[in-house]
């Protein structure tokens, strides 16, 4: 946490090696939670790449109040709910559907995980996105309930419901083994 408010200070002042070592910190962990909100790895780049376009024009108004995960974290949830509204508004857009590889897995390890991502992100998919947000968010976001709500401008109890809500439905997704 002192290592991210210190990369913040230096990139605030100009520090273009700071804003690397921010991006390259977390990327894969911003990836990950925005296609599991999206369901598309496309989008997800989008977003991310969107927000850290917005993190550079916007960085003499950033004020770091708690870690820097949780906040980029709740700017990726953010720009993903974004982007799920105007896809509803424009249903004719294309939805490719891509995994994320890794390149620091051989081959079999590789394998694995590639089906483990792509079983969960079709169970996720299942979940109504205000489920999906909380479970993500809480999970892979590290982010607390409290954090949550205040994201979304709600309870609590409303937030570990949907959490709660939400495992159950996944739970019964992999049960049944997700067959779309």
């Known amino acids: 946490m002192l290592e991210d408010r210190l990369l913040v200070w230096k990139f605030k002042r100009g520090s273009t090696e700071s804003l690397e070592k921010i991006y390259a910190k977390y990327e894969t962990?911003?990836?990950?939670?925005?296609?599991?909100?999206?369901?598309?790895?496309?989008a997800a780049e989008d977003v991310l790449h969107d927000l850290f376009v917005s993190f550079v024009e916007s960085a003499e108004r950033i004020r770091l109040n708690g870690n820097l995960?949780?906040?980029?974290?709740?700017?990726?949830?953010?720009?993903?709910?974004?982007?799920?509204?105007?896809?509803?508004?424009?249903?004719?857009?294309?939805?490719?559907?891509?995994?994320?590889?890794?390149?620091?897995?051989?081959?079999?390890l590789l394998a694995i995980q590639k089906e483990e991502t792509t079983i969960m992100n079709r169970a996720l998919s299942h979940l109504p996105y205000e489920q999906r947000e909380v479970v993500v968010l809480h999970l892979q976001g590290d982010l607390k309930f409290?954090?949550?709500?205040?994201?979304?401008?709600?309870?609590?109890?409303?937030?570990?419901?949907?959490?709660?809500?939400?495992?159950?439905?996944l739970r019964s997704v992999l049960n049944g083994q997700v067959t779309e």
């Open 69 to 108: 995960k949780a906040y980029l974290a709740t700017c990726v949830a953010n720009r993903a709910r974004n982007r799920i509204k105007r896809r509803q508004l424009e249903p004719t857009a294309l939805d490719d559907n891509h995994e994320i590889e890794s390149v620091a897995l051989g081959p079999d």
């Open 146 to 169: 409290t954090q949550i709500a205040e994201l979304r401008s709600t309870s609590v109890n409303t937030i570990r419901s949907r959490y709660r809500y939400g495992l159950e439905k």
């Open 29 to 42: 962990y911003l990836i990950t939670v925005a296609t599991a909100l999206l369901n598309n790895t496309h």
